[in-house]
């Protein structure tokens, strides 16, 4: 059963740890994707990676790393330094960037305390 | 920046009534959109794209329009049903950061309620 997966579905923090969050993909997509989602916002992009061991910051970037050892795998760590980090995280994949379509995880909802 | 945008925020419509959800773009060079449903607490999901060397793409209930000259981006939805209420947002693809790469930007969003 192919897809993206995300876990925790929810998480709670208290203020100033860090957090990560998983992202799982069997869909052998090359590009992964991290977004942010506030309360009847749309998406942010926070990261991307395009191909393993590379990936490129997005549009709020700042307080959040990303890793990209597996084709498979793109965990996203929230840092202490993220000033506002209660939101909706977003996962999703390619097979390439651009005029292709993402496929989402089914999301994690961060509380920090 | 350019940005896609949304007419209007909340649209609300009778059971087995269309819906029309609308979405505005501003990038002339944007070629491929996406409409995503996003139910509550759950992540989007596809609905239907459409490529700009068309006008028109029909699925199962839902069309998308394609206007290039006053960009504009539409989607009905036939013979609406409860299981269709909520968020809808467009995506269009756009050159990310001048570097080439290039992403989808996506819109604020669109909340569809069905009344039974």
């Known amino acids: 059963d192919g897809g993206i997966t995300q876990s925790p579905k929810y998480l709670f923090r208290k203020e100033g740890q860090n957090v990560t969050l998983s992202c799982e993909q069997n869909?052998?997509?090359?590009?992964m994707y991290w977004y942010r989602q506030d309360p009847g916002q749309g998406l942010r992009l926070i990261y991307y990676s395009q191909i393993v061991n590379d990936f490129q910051k997005g549009d709020i970037a700042e307080g959040y790393s990303v890793s990209r050892e597996k084709k498979e795998s793109f965990p996203l760590t929230v840092t202490s330094a993220q000033k506002n980090p209660t939101a909706f995280y977003l996962c999703?994949?390619?097979?390439?960037?651009?005029?292709?379509?993402?496929?989402f995880g089914p999301g994690t909802r961060l509380t920090v305390l | 920046g350019e940005s896609v945008g949304l007419h209007l925020p909340t649209l609300s419509v009778q059971e087995g009534d269309n819906s029309i959800i609308n979405c505005a773009y501003s990038?002339?060079?944007?070629?491929?959109f996406i409409w995503y449903k996003q139910e509550s607490g759950k992540g989007p999901q596809f609905i239907i794209d459409i490529r700009s060397n068309m006008d028109k793409r029909q699925g199962q209930r839902v069309t998308v329009l394609l206007n290039k000259t006053v960009k504009h981006l539409s989607l009905q939805i036939a013979a609406t049903q409860p299981g269709d209420s909520a968020v809808y947002f467009c995506?269009?693809?756009?050159?990310?950061?001048?570097?080439?790469?290039?992403?989808?930007?996506f819109g604020k969003g669109t909340k569809l309620s069905v009344i039974p």
């Open positions: 995506a269009e693809n756009m050159e990310y950061s001048g570097a080439g790469s290039y992403q989808l930007t």
């Open positions: 869909l052998n997509h090359d590009a």
């Open positions: 990038n002339s060079a944007s070629d491929y």
């Open positions: 999703a994949s390619s097979h390439g960037t651009g005029d292709n379509e993402q496929f």
